[in-house]
Structures are given as structure tokens and as C-alpha cells.
């Protein structure tokens, strides 16, 4: 079994255990700054320093149950940041809190709000908080729906919402311009009715009618050909395949990035992979939400999540 490895932060970061707390509605605590410190007046996610006997887990229980006079119950992993400001350089360690005991209050007499996922972006935040916005956003499972059988499209979509799955590309490479936009006059009110968001692959033909609330996954070919973020209503994403595309993703702002090959597909059974190890190395390099592809299952969200993953992504695995 792949252990996480343990990134120890340079001497030069202040490592920063931070809690995403959720309610049993699915909204977020985040509370404001004093005026006096670093980044003050802003809102952020709650936590701590990691003192230099602490493992990160004991640093964000302690520090919650100080700053909110809440007992940490269940969390995991959800994303890493390097950031560097000019007076200070973090590692910031993002738990989600899945389950707590107690009432969060503001015991060091701190504001503090319950905020739906949707409305964190109205609030000021440091800006290394952004990615912790979008991976506070962005479900575990990333669904791929391709065109192989389109007679089966919808179908396929309505298997993958009955599933639960909340976030799905529509990886439609081999249709006509009219046939993509027929799909997707159907896809969009079935997605919006189960509160899903649908992106579509950029290889997919053009139409020129616009769709309200669609996303955008860029392949790795058009991610190369970017030096801006393209416009978008819904999610930005893309895919990748080493660190020099990660990099692209994340300097042109991409909400989020899938990384493949981890694995040996059925599919493509001789190609190369990147395998757990350097799937762990690659995502340290980069402040953007990833999801792992290739030969994975649901069961191995945990293992993808403890080595830096926002979950895992798949075609098959979320049709059964």
C-alpha cells in the first residue's frame, strides 16, 4: 500500500493546519482576520501554526477546539498550498472536517459565518486561499461521458446523476456540430435539475448557440496554446500529463487539472504511467485541485486523496 508521503515543509514555509468545516446543510465556516496581524480583515478558513512537535492533525484539532470551541470527529485530506507573499512564505495543510462535536463560536471573539460553497467568492479572502475555495467546491468524483456510443449518451448522463455523480465532462470528439448542441439542449436541464455541472471537452465541434452554466475541459493540446484564462461560465479544467502542462493549468488560472495515466487501463494496456508515487510528486508542484485518471475505482478515492488527489476520475467506474 502507497503510504502519503510526509512533505515536510521547508524551514523558510509556516506550515498552517486549516479546517473547511461543513454543517450537516453543506455550508462552510470561515471566519475574519483581526485587523492587527498578517492579512488582516480578510476572511479565511480556520486554523493554526504547526508546532514543531505537532503532526498536522493534532495542530488543527488543538487549534479549532481554541479558536471555535469545536472537538474535530472525522476529516481528510484536501489540498496542499506553497505560497509565497512578500513579507511571509505558508504551507498551507487543508483538512476537511467531516464531523464535529460541540457549536463553532468565535471564542477569541473573532466574526465568524456560515457560507454556502457557491458564495465563498463574495467574500475577501488571502489570495493563497483561492484553490482552497475551489477544492471546498468540487466533489470527490470527476464522471467522463464519451460519445463512443451516442445513441447512449443520455442515457449514460442519467445513470451517472442517478449515481450521485455532480460533476461530469462531456467528452464528445467524434460528433457533429448540430449533434453536440442536441446534446447538450438535453444534458444541461437534467444536470441543473440534480444540481451537477457539465463541462465540455474542447475537442468537442463547435456550435455557435450559447449555453448558460457550461463548463470548459481543455485537452492537453489546447491547454499548450492558452497564456490567458479562456472565458467560461461554468468550471474551468484540464488535462495533463506532467508537470510541464500542471504548470500551464495552474498559470493560466484552470479551476482544476486531471492528471493520467495513473494506472493500467483494459484500454490502453501498454501504455506508460505515472503510477501513485510520481502521481504524489507531481500534484506537490502545483496549487490547483487535481483528480487522478486512469485504471482507477471508487475504492480508491482514499489512497488518491491521502497523496494529494481532490478525488478520483473515471468513465466506467461511475456507470455501475
Known amino acids: 500500500m502507497i503510504k502519503a ?17 461543513k454543517n450537516s446543510a453543506g455550508d462552510i465556516l470561515i471566519s ?13 478558513f480556520p486554523g493554526g501554526k504547526v508546532e514543531a512537535d505537532e503532526s498536522v492533525l493534532l495542530a488543527l484539532r488543538r487549534e479549532l477546539q481554541e479558536e471555535l470551541g469545536i ?3 472525522r476529516s481528510e485530506p484536501l489540498i496542499k498550498i506553497q505560497h509565497h507573499y512578500p513579507d511571509l512564505s ?12 460541540g457549536e463553532a463560536h468565535g471564542r477569541e471573539d473573532q466574526p465568524i459565518r456560515w457560507v454556502a460553497a457557491n458564495e465563498l467568492k463574495n467574500y475577501s479572502f488571502p489570495e493563497a486561499n483561492l484553490a482552497i475555495i475551489h477544492a471546498a467546491q468540487l466533489p470527490e ?9 451516442p445513441e447512449m449518451l443520455i442515457a449514460d448522463l442519467e445513470k451517472m446523476l442517478s449515481n450521485g455523480i455532480r460533476l461530469i465532462q462531456a467528452r464528445l470528439k467524434n460528433l457533429s456540430s448540430s449533434a ?31 449555453f448558460h452554466h457550461l463548463g470548459l475541459h481543455l485537452t492537453s493540446q489546447d491547454l499548450m496554446m492558452f497564456t490567458e484564462r479562456p472565458k467560461t461560465e461554468g468550471w474551468l479544467a484540464a488535462s495533463c500529463h506532467n508537470l ?3 504548470r500551464q493549468a495552474e498559470k493560466i488560472g484552470v479551476d482544476f487539472a486531471v492528471l493520467s495515466p495513473i494506472l493500467r487501463t483494459k484500454t490502453h494496456p501498454v501504455a506508460l504511467t505515472l503510477g501513485w508515487e510520481m502521481f504524489a510528486e507531481l500534484v506537490a508542484e502545483v496549487n490547483i485541485p487535481v483528480y487522478a485518471l486512469g485504471g482507477l ?24
Not at 298 to 316: H, P, R, V, Y
Open 5 to 21: 508521503p510526509l512533505h515536510l515543509p521547508p524551514s523558510d514555509l509556516l506550515h498552517v493546519a486549516v479546517g473547511v468545516i
Open 32 to 44: 475574519q482576520r483581526p485587523a492587527n496581524v498578517h492579512q488582516g480583515g480578510l476572511w479565511e
Open 71 to 73: 472537538v474535530v470527529e
Open 90 to 101: 505558508v504551507l498551507l495543510d487543508v483538512w476537511q472536517v467531516e464531523a464535529f462535536s
Open 141 to 149: 468524483f470527476y464522471a467522463i461521458l464519451n460519445d463512443t456510443a
Open 180 to 210: 453536440v448542441e442536441g446534446f447538450l439542449l438535453h444534458a444541461l436541464p437534467l444536470c441543473q435539475q440534480h444540481n451537477a455541472q457539465l463541462l465540455l471537452n474542447s475537442a468537442a465541434a463547435r456550435t455557435d448557440r450559447h
Open 244 to 246: 510541464t502542462q500542471l
Open 297 to 320: 475505482q471508487k475504492e480508491d478515492k482514499a489512497t488518491a486523496k491521502a497523496l494529494g488527489a481532490q478525488g478520483i476520475a473515471g468513465i466506467s467506474t461511475f456507470l455501475s
